[in-house]
């Protein structure tokens, strides 16, 4: 008994849609463009990391900068509480969630808009064409064979 696969592409298609099917070289742009989007979120992830690791690592120096005062060390808890904890990251005044939000608010918000764009252009804004085309093939090979 042969079994029918149907590419289910796990998203309401509106009536503005063109059934269209991309082509081949359509598809592998299409999953280029999503596979970019990966990236930038997962980069994304690793700026809130790094933004989470310095605001733990300020916590100890905040830390320290009480028990070196109590250890009769004012000037190095002077330097924690006027030089080192005030200052940003990147220059003075950027800290780490200016560098998270300015990388959201940037190139992460306009490459996401473009893939959005890019999905409906090519697939009906239908997402995973190229896994979902994989899957399709795969199950009608171990069908057949």
Known sequence: MKREY????DMAVDDHSTGQT??????????????????LQRAHGHLLAFHHNVGHAMDHFAAAESLLREAGHIDLADAIRDEYLPRGVVDEDRWSYDVVEDFEDGVLAD???FETTVRTQLADGRR??????QEQAWKERAENE
Do not use: K
């Open 6 to 9: 149907v590419v289910d592409y």
């Open 111 to 113: 490459m996401d808009a």
């Open 22 to 39: 991309p082509t081949e070289t359509e598809q592998e742009a299409l999953h280029r463009v999503t596979l970019g989007m990966e990236w």
């Open 128 to 133: 995973h064409v190229a896994e979902r085309a």
